[in-house]
């Protein structure tokens, strides 16, 4: 590898901890870029080159993932587990919930989520984690 590979590695690395630490704000691709130092479209490109997905896609994903953690609580309605990680529209929120998830927020918030609770917190992070299945079209 180039220096100048690694250091778009590092900065990469740097801007997806950022998402990881601020994915409650009001992000975008823009500001997420500037923390990087990169251009909005050499950094898109460049995330997804090496983490696979886009950076709007893994923030959500990390939000959703956040979402199911609250939710597994009980404790708080949908709607303000929608506000708490950073999204705006109950709507989007639900629709992206379900995408991912599968089910809807109210109905895993409803779920019995006893069985995981005796799961060591570093495996449920790992076994838990909400994976995009991509579905490509037939060409």
Do not use: N
């Not at 704000?25 to 997804?48: I, N």
């Not at 939710?71 to 709607?79: A, P, Q």
């Amino acid at each position: 590898m180039t220096p100048d590979e690694l250091a778009t590695l590092a900065a990469l690395r740097r801007a997806r901890d950022y998402l990881d630490r601020e994915y409650a704000g009001p992000l975008d691709v823009a500001t997420v870029a500037r923390s990087a130092h990169l251009s909005t479209a050499h950094f898109s490109r460049q995330f997804r080159a090496v983490y696979g997905e886009t950076p709007y896609s893994y923030l959500m994903t990390r939000r959703i993932e956040r979402a199911q953690t609250l939710l597994r609580r009980g404790d708080l309605r949908v709607t303000d587990v929608c506000m708490a990680v950073g999204c705006s529209s109950l709507g989007s929120f639900s629709s992206r919930f379900t995408e991912i998830v599968g089910e809807t927020p109210s109905a895993y918030r409803a779920r019995d989520h006893s069985a995981s609770a005796a799961v060591p917190s570093c495996v449920a992070k790992v076994t838990m984690r909400p994976v995009r299945s991509v579905v490509k079209a037939a060409r």
